[in-house]
């Protein structure tokens, strides 16, 4: 009987154990509550935080904290075990992950998260920590499995004490402003699953393969943007379990994806875009046949598209964009049914985008989420068949040669959210037509939407980026189209013939890039948001003074960094309120009619990059400019400044790019300073009173020196903009009007590769010094209208680079060096009006151009109709002796007539008997002299 009852107590304690399991596993029979000290501690972590959201709300008071937002506790213990503070309002392009600044916390990460003891879940990301480095008491964490501290604004080095965190399965440091010497730290993390360094400077770091290939759990590896320069080969891939291999924009310097790559036949993610390998596409890739996502854009890949890409039946992410490649949609790609993503971008495909359409009409249509055809050579007309392709969100089939209507099946794409279309013979849709979708982004650029501007964009709701630049647009902009578009991020209307007055746009908080450029709006500058980035009002016709635009709320910090107006009909000075646009990088206030000094408050403009102020009637000095120390370009052009150069100029602004003086009235010597701006490639100071010789230091110049200068990159402003503009990643190229072949021309795309000394029309004196032959990757050198002497250096033909020379009105003499006929890319020549002589060099250049670049000379052969045969010129080895035959000539003057003298006067000296009949018979031809004169006289 005892027995039974054992059993039986034994028993109704297993069912209690089970039921108060159950209970507690689900959570919501039992709970036992924070622990005090860590709710104390979780208040003193938000004390340090700002919450402009309120986010946080619910952390208060002595309320429970294991209900608070982000807030997990053990049931069992009540020990808080995940502390969850994500921004949750994120949103993502096609390249990453953004926040919105709105509802970041920010602040600094208190150390009473130590007390948190049990805490094995830590997730800060896409918060704002202002730039302090990783908090060392993290590393003392001991209990931590999950780490998330991507977008968190963290900097400087990782501390290696992470290495101690040995629980640890996923490290997120991505999105930072990190860096390491080394990674030695990393096989402490022996569970680690899932590591994402993305971003983080790992370049010093030259053990990272081999540290990584030692975690034996590793299954996702992302080290995008990293700069990793080279990608060692390895014997054995022990992280063969890898699923994830991101390795996006390294650059490495290897050519080819080593083979190590190929072995990680479990890889379903694999992205290599934007490093620099070539050849074709590897033939390795094809053991990877558990691949879902194969992302090889941006290389230098070549040759044709290999059929066996279109057999990984599990594929849902394609993208071969950017390379050298070629090859057409195939059949075959009709039985990829999962394919969700397909990135064609330059791509020659050469085919009809109805066939396109037609091969993905089966299966594919159904899952397809993403098609991008950017620039691929597609053609004929967008067919009905756009219309089945029910869950594309994003289509791109921009820059190719599609033409026709738009079709009405593109209403049938309800889940539409991004749509370019741009560079395409298009023509718009009904004005009455209203679409079923609701898009963030709409690109058509260049097609040809009528002249009323689209009614259809009121429905849109959602919209925040907009671009209807070069659309034919001709009438106004409706009223309700301003006062309905406050959602919009991005607007380009730019290239049209839009006309009207533009409203104040203080109330739209969210535009950040507006650009109205070359249209026909008037009126005067209309009041803009301080949020705004981007403003180019340029080549309208907006007049009247600055000021209320400058300085509206001049105590406010503006968040503007590209401004451009030029080529307007704006007037007065410019107004002394620039201090509080220190984020300004661009400034263009070219072609207008200011006028006065330049005010003291444009050097607080310490971003400053570029400043265009080109033909206006500005005056005074440009001393208020000598704390923009950031300058790249600076263009004063056509104004009348009235000073020497200065000689701050070479050692404030050591990265100057393009520096343009140009007819104003700067005087006096050329300082030595200016041969200290390596990376100069522009220098125009034509049509000024400057004196003197050229310094021989010209040839620091480096920029113009070699032909594989990396300094042209600095002229490239490369900004990375916002989400909702498309693409991502934009490249705002600087531009500058120079003086090459005789004529004014705006360069813009390739300015990089520009190479130019103009300093015509001043009063520069001396020899041309032969330093300046070093410069072999200067393209336009025009010394005319000044009074150089002597003789073109004898070794220009090294400046192989020339393409134009301009020496006429000046004093050159001797002869054309005959190096000068090497010089293959020469294609403008003047040399008229100087002392030059002898026979043109015979080259293929040199006789093809008019006999006009020669004339003002004394030079024969072709082009000129002289003949050298007429005109006997000294050869070029004997040019050199003309001095020593005219010194041996005097010489033998003044030999003869001392001998002569002496054999006169000798003897006469000698004897007296002979200086007496010399003198009677000097005194009888003087009496026949004298008697001649008196008979000619009568």
Same mark, same amino acid.
């Given at each position: ?596 000094? %330049?005010?003291?408050? =444009?050097?607080? +403009?310490?971003? #400053? &990059?570029?400043?265009? /102020?080109?033909? !206006? @009637?500005? *005056? $005074? ?48 010597? %050329?300082?030595?300073? =200016?041969?200290? +701006?390596?990376? #100069? &490639?522009?220098?125009? /100071?034509?049509? !000024? @009173?400057? *004196? $003197? ?246």
């Amino acid at each position: 009987m005892s027995g039974v009852l054992v059993f039986a107590f034994l028993l109704f304690e297993l069912l209690a154990i089970a039921t108060v399991s159950v209970s507690f596993s689900n959570g919501s029979s039992y709970h036992v509550g924070c622990l005090e000290s860590e709710r104390r501690a979780l208040l003193r972590f938000k004390q340090d935080l700002q919450d402009p959201s309120n986010r946080l709300a619910s952390w208060i008071g002595y309320e429970d904290c294991c209900a608070w937002a982000g807030v997990v506790c053990d049931n069992v213990t009540g020990h808080i075990v995940e502390l969850n503070l994500r921004n949750p309002f994120t949103y993502c392009d096609l390249s990453q992950s953004k926040a919105n600044p709105r509802s970041m916390l920010v602040g600094k990460v208190n150390p009473s998260l130590l007390d948190l003891k049990h805490l094995s879940y830590l997730d800060l990301s896409y918060n704002d920590f202002q730039g302090v480095q990783i908090p060392r008491f993290i590393c003392s964490m001991g209990n931590l499995r999950y780490l998330n501290l991507s977008y968190t604004q963290f900097v400087g080095m990782i501390p290696p004490q992470l290495g101690n965190l040995s629980n640890l399965q996923y490290l997120d440091l991505s999105w930072n402003f990190l860096y390491v010497e080394n990674l030695w730290w990393l096989p402490g993390l022996s569970f680690l699953k899932d590591l994402d360094l993305s971003y983080v400077n790992l370049s010093k770091a030259s053990d990272w393969l081999r540290v990584t290939n030692t975690l034996p759990s590793l299954v996702k590896l992302r080290l995008s943007r990293c700069q990793l320069h080279h990608l060692p080969p390895l014997a054995i891939a022990n992280f063969s379990t890898l699923t994830t291999l991101d390795l996006l924009y390294n650059q490495f310097d290897n050519s080819f994806v080593p083979n190590w790559v190929f072995g990680l036949i479990q890889l379903v993610f694999l992205d290599l875009r934007r490093n620099n390998f070539q050849g074709p596409i590897p033939e390795g890739l094809q053991n990877l046949t558990s691949l879902k996502h194969l992302l090889l854009d941006s290389n230098r890949f070549n040759s044709s598209i290999p059929n066996w890409l279109y057999r990984f039946n599990r594929l849902e992410s394609l993208g071969v964009s950017n390379n050298s490649l070629q090859g057409r949609v195939i059949r075959s790609m009709a039985s990829l049914c999962n394919l969700r993503s397909v990135m064609l971008s330059c791509v020659k495909l050469s085919q009809e985008i109805s066939e396109i359409f037609d091969i993905f009409s089966g299966c594919v249509s159904s899952g397809l989420e993403i098609l991008v055809l950017r620039g691929s050579s597609v053609s004929g007309h967008l067919t009905y068949k756009l219309g089945q392709f029910k869950n594309l969100y994003y289509l791109d089939l921009s820059n190719n040669s599609i033409v026709g209507p738009i079709p009405f099946s593109l209403g049938h794409l309800s889940t539409l959210q991004f749509i370019d279309l741009s560079y395409n013979e298009l023509n718009g849709m009904n004005d009455n037509w209203i679409p079923p979708f609701q898009l963030a982004t709409l690109g058509l650029r260049h097609c040809h939407l009528g002249s009323r501007f689209p009614s259809w964009l009121h429905s849109q709701k959602h919209l925040n980026y907009l671009d209807l630049s070069y659309s034919g647009i001709t009438g106004s902009i409706p009223n309700i189209f301003w006062s309905s578009a406050s959602q919009i991020y991005v607007l380009d209307l730019s290239f049209n013939q839009i006309h009207g007055q533009i409203p104040n746009l203080t109330n739209a908080a969210q535009l950040e890039v507006l650009s109205l450029g070359s249209n026909s709006f008037s009126g005067a500058l209309p009041l803009i948001s301080s949020n705004l980035i981007e403003l180019d009002f340029s080549n309208n016709s907006i007049s009247g003074s600055i000021f209320h635009f400058i300085c509206y709320r001049a105590h406010e910090l503006k968040k503007l960094q590209f401004l451009y107006l030029r080529g307007n009909f704006l007037q007065g000075e410019l107004t002394d309120c620039w201090m509080n646009y220190q984020n300004l990088m661009i400034l263009d206030l070219s072609n207008n009619k200011f006028t006065g000094n %330049l005010p003291i408050s =444009l050097g607080s +403009l310490i971003s #400053l &990059q570029s400043l265009h /102020l080109r033909k !206006n @009637n500005l *005056s $005074g000095t440009i001393h208020s400019l000598k704390n923009c120390t950031a300058l790249l370009t600076l263009d004063v052009g056509e104004n009348e400044f009235v000073e020497n150069i200065p000689t701050w100029i070479g050692e404030r602004f050591s990265r100057m790019v393009v520096l343009i003086l140009r007819s104003n009235k700067f005087h006096s010597l %050329l300082p030595k300073g =200016l041969c200290d +701006l390596a990376f #100069l &490639q522009i220098v125009d /100071l034509a049509d !000024n @009173n400057l *004196s $003197g010789e050229v310094p021989r230091c010209i040839h620091n110049l480096r920029a113009m020196v070699t032909l594989n200068s990396h300094a042209g990159k600095a002229i490239q402003y490369q900004f990375l903009l916002y989400a909702s503009r498309a693409p991502s990643t934009a490249m705002l190229l600087e531009d500058a009007l120079v003086v090459m072949k005789g004529r004014a021309a705006e360069y813009k795309c390739i300015l990089n590769l520009v190479r130019i000394i103009d300093f015509s029309k001043n009063n520069f004196s001396g020899k041309i010094p032969l330093e300046v032959t070093n410069l072999k990757a200067l393209q336009s050198f025009n010394l005319s209208n000044n009074f150089f002497t002597g003789r073109i250096p004898e070794s220009i033909g090294a400046m192989r680079s020339l393409e134009s020379i301009d020496f006429s009105l000046n004093q050159l003499s001797g002869e054309i060096p005959q190096s000068m006929s090497s010089l293959t890319y020469l294609n403008h020549l003047n040399l008229s009006n100087n002392n030059l002589t002898g026979k043109i060099p015979s080259s293929t250049q040199l006789q093809s151009f008019d006999a006009s670049s020669y004339a003002g000379n004394d030079l024969c052969g072709a082009p000129l109709p002289r003949n050298c045969s007429e005109h006997v010129s000294t050869p070029e080895d004997e040019n050199g002796d003309e001095d020593e035959l005219d010194y041996w000539l005097y010489v033998s003057i003044a030999l003869g007539f001392m001998g002569g003298f002496w054999c006169l006067i000798g003897p006469l000296l000698a004897s007296r008997r002979w200086r007496y009949k010399y003198y009677n018979f000097l005194d009888r031809v003087g009496d026949r002299i004298v008697f001649v004169n008196i008979r000619t006289d009568w």
